[in-house]
């Protein structure tokens, strides 16, 4: 299925924890990125997060740059979104109230908290759209995981 990530985020700044910016161009270019749907009142999703930050951190560690995250919030509120990324690893998130939220939900047919779904420049989405169970069994390690996904992704492509 057909997905051009950096077009579909357009001139978007993605927002870190910290409050600053960074266009969605820069962030993510060349990288496969996860889009993790979650808000801070959902138990699953609370649950499923520190995995993911666990995740990310393992690689960012080991010198694996070429994954990123993308936070995609349905809290209520911007303060309730803030809050939440404070648990969150040092990944990046489409700003509170971006119509761009519904559009990505839409896109990637959300039907429930948490969702994990991985993309490649590509503009193919994983075979795997939802690559939580991966994250949170931890059956394999972090590398080796991305490795599959991003395979995942290029089997995709053919």
Not at 31 to 49: D, E, I, M, N
Request: charged share 30%; net charge positive.
């Amino acid at each position: 299925m057909p997905f051009d990530v950096l077009g579909t985020l357009g001139d978007v700044q993605l927002v870190k924890k910290d409050g600053s910016t960074v266009p969605a161009k820069q962030a993510l270019e060349g990288k496969v990125v996860g889009f993790l749907f979650s808000a801070h009142w959902c138990p699953p999703c609370r649950k499923l997060t520190p995995a993911v930050k666990k995740f990310y951190e393992s690689l960012r560690t080991s010198g694996h740059n070429e994954f990123e995250v993308v936070f995609v919030s349905a809290d209520r509120t911007e303060p309730d979104m803030m809050e939440y990324m404070e648990i969150h690893g040092d990944w990046f998130a489409i700003p509170f109230g971006d119509p761009l939220i519904k559009n990505l939900t839409d896109r990637f047919r959300v039907m429930g908290l948490p969702c994990f779904a991985i993309v490649n420049q590509k503009n193919i989405i994983a075979a795997k759209k939802n690559a939580k169970n991966d994250v949170q069994e931890k059956k394999k390690g972090n590398r080796q995981m991305l490795s599959e996904w991003k395979k995942a992704v290029e089997d995709c492509a053919e």
